[in-house]
């Protein structure tokens, strides 16, 4: 069989994949598309036609108040009852676009006083790990309280995006986005898996029997100061089964959570899952999840990205986390230097703008839109969905890939709520302007920029 070398192969070592590129699969990277073989990172393989399919939770039931992202659902609901043998059915999709493993966790999100934390014995501003027993004790305390009930977590809020970016056929098929976690039988566990399919993404894992659901619940009070308890129920650990395996094997990316370092159970199904990805020829994302969580986890971490990554999601903090730099350290330095080890990284900075690395060089993105935000949180979740997207849809260029997904991030920025709403993913959709055909860089050794001439 020929080959192709890609101009921009981003190969590095460990993270060399071969991938092939087929008259119905384009490469973004490579300058044609070809019925032959590439080395290049990015390809992927035939995403089947999306199929219709549907998941059944009986009683749509839970809490007080849904999440307001999530406002599409139309209903207050009060308790869900879960389907202990998941989502499986005929009519699922025959290939995933994306696969997310992650955490599933159930957010309680409500407004508290200091006294209501003086009362409970809670230090204001905290974030710890709590039992059973004093998750219960907590959220009989919040009866009466105003809050509200989310399928939470920084995975599931870029696979929503995604999802709802993908949702109808511009610039392709609709996107086939689902994720595998650990959710127990209780109420909570189908009021997970249920608002995830509302946003078009299936969660597949079964549940587990007699199980409970992670939660976190986070108490905000009068002067912004967020308190957050995690209980993690089932979700502390999650099997690599037939089942998971199967599916890895049918997708064609697989987005791994960094946040599932912190459950030293599940250490080794990361690794087993990597390894299929990539003998699959499943691209591998990684989020950098929280910088305590990569100081805790480092070696872990290090593992992973030198193996397996084709792509990084961090923000500024935890890439200089994963270099081991000093507070001092700029992220573009930040990035030029993980893009050494890693195919493509992203590096989020706030309201300064974003960092995409690629082979020891630096695409600066500034912010789409600068504008006082109203609430940050979701932000860089939002920039990664932008991201996926735009590989999905064959997006060439580096810059417009960065550009796309700070268009997503400033739309989340400027909302309440770490959602992105379907309104507003369809507007964005249908602005893309994705460019499909090859592209080759140009690099300006004097700055930190990279052109890109068509």
């Known amino acids: 069989m020929s080959q192709v070398n890609c101009e921009n192969d981003f190969i590095m070592g460990a993270a060399d994949v071969v991938c092939r590129v087929t008259t119905r699969g384009t490469c973004p990277f490579a300058e044609e598309t070809k019925k032959t073989e590439a080395h290049c990172n ?10 219709s399919f549907s998941c059944y939770c009986s009683n749509d039931q839970f809490s007080q108040q849904t999440d307001s992202d999530d406002e599409e659902d139309g209903e207050n609901v009060v308790e869900y009852v879960a389907d202990t043998n998941g989502c499986w059915n005929s009519s699922l999709p025959d290939r995933w676009d994306v696969l997310g493993l992650g955490q599933a966790m159930v957010d309680f999100s409500g407004m508290v006083d200091d006294e209501f934390l003086e009362r409970l014995g809670i230090e204001k501003g ?21 809050y509200k009930a989310a399928a939470g977590g920084s995975l599931s809020n870029s696979l929503v995006a995604l999802a709802r970016l993908g949702g109808q056929p511009i610039g392709g098929p609709p996107l086939n986005v689902a994720m595998a976690g650990s959710v127990g039988s209780d109420p909570l566990g ?34 912004a100061q967020r308190t957050m308890l995690a209980y993690q129920g089932t979700s502390s650990r999650i099997d690599y089964d037939p089942s998971l395996a199967s599916i890895i094997s049918k997708t064609n990316i697989l987005v791994v959570e960094g946040y599932l370092f912190e459950l030293p159970d599940t250490i080794k199904t990361i690794t087993k ?11 591998v994302a990684v989020t950098a999840s929280d910088v305590s969580c990569i100081e805790r986890h480092y070696d872990n971490f290090w593992e992973i990205i030198e193996n397996y990554a084709d792509i990084v999601f961090t923000n500024s903090d935890e890439a200089r986390a994963l270099c081991h730099f000093s507070s001092e350290e700029s ?57 996926l997207y735009g590989i999905l849809r064959g997006l060439s260029d580096v810059k417009g890939m960065g550009t796309l997904a700070a268009r997503v991030a400033s739309v989340v920025v400027g909302q309440q709520g770490t959602r992105l709403r379907v309104q507003d993913a369809l507007r964005l959709a249908e602005s893309f302007s994705l460019q499909t055909g090859g592209t080759s860089v140009l690099t300006d050794v004097n700055s930190d920029q990279i052109s890109n001439s068509l």
Do not use: Q, W
């Open 190 to 223: 189908g009021f997970y898996r249920t608002k995830l399919r509302r946003a078009n993404v299936n969660f597949l894992s079964e549940a587990v029997k007699d199980g409970t659901t992670g939660t976190v619940i986070v108490l905000t009070t009068p002067d």
């Open 42 to 51: 990015f390809s992927f393989p035939i995403r089947l036609p999306s199929s």
């Open 273 to 283: 899952a990597c390894e299929l990805a990539r003998r699959s020829g499943v691209i």
């Open 331 to 387: 992220p573009i330095t930040s990035t030029r230097y993980l893009s050494h080890f890693i195919p493509l990284v992203s590096v989020t900075d706030g309201p300064r703008g974003s960092h995409i690395g690629v082979k020891g060089e630096v695409v600066c993105i500034p912010p789409y839109t600068p504008c006082v935000p109203v609430d940050t949180c979701g932000a860089g979740d939002a920039y990664a969905s932008g991201i």
């Open 126 to 146: 905290t974030r710890k790990l709590i039992n059973h027993e004093e998750r219960g004790r907590v959220l009989r305390a919040m009866d009466g309280c105003s």
